[in-house]
Nanobody, 120 residues
């Protein structure tokens, strides 16, 4: 089976930083061709944040987080990270990690999410 688990969420004050981690298991990390971060605030739709290719050379960020968030991956540890800085109250949400294999049409494995709360 494939399992995706996020960690690192918590309470942080506005302007602060936080690093989220996502570890995938059940397959070799090369299987997860693309990994991405999403978030969902209460009453809102899930929002795409960033993705990264297997080599780490290809990345893309949503305008809402560009310049503040950085996505990276460590294939030896089967882990993808989201480094968040200059956090704002509007960043409060449940953050999800998702993976996409090369042959899949969309993201086919998702984690359970980790809560990030930014206080003013």
């Amino acid at each position: 089976q494939v399992q995706v688990v996020e960690s690192g969420g918590g309470l942080v004050q506005a302007g602060g930083s936080l690093r989220l981690s996502c570890t995938a298991s059940g397959r070799s990390f090369r299987y997860y061709e693309v990994m991405a971060w999403f978030r969902q605030a209460p009453g809102k739709e899930r929002e795409f944040l960033a993705f990264i290719g297997w080599s780490g050379a290809s990345t893309y960020y949503a305008d809402s987080v560009k310049g503040r968030f950085t996505i990276s991956r460590d294939n030896a540890k089967n882990t993808v990270y989201l480094q968040m800085s200059a956090l704002k109250s509007e960043d409060t949400a449940v953050y999800y990690c998702a993976t996409k294999e090369a042959a899949a049409a969309g993201y086919n494995y998702w984690g359970q999410g980790t809560q990030v709360t930014v206080s003013s």
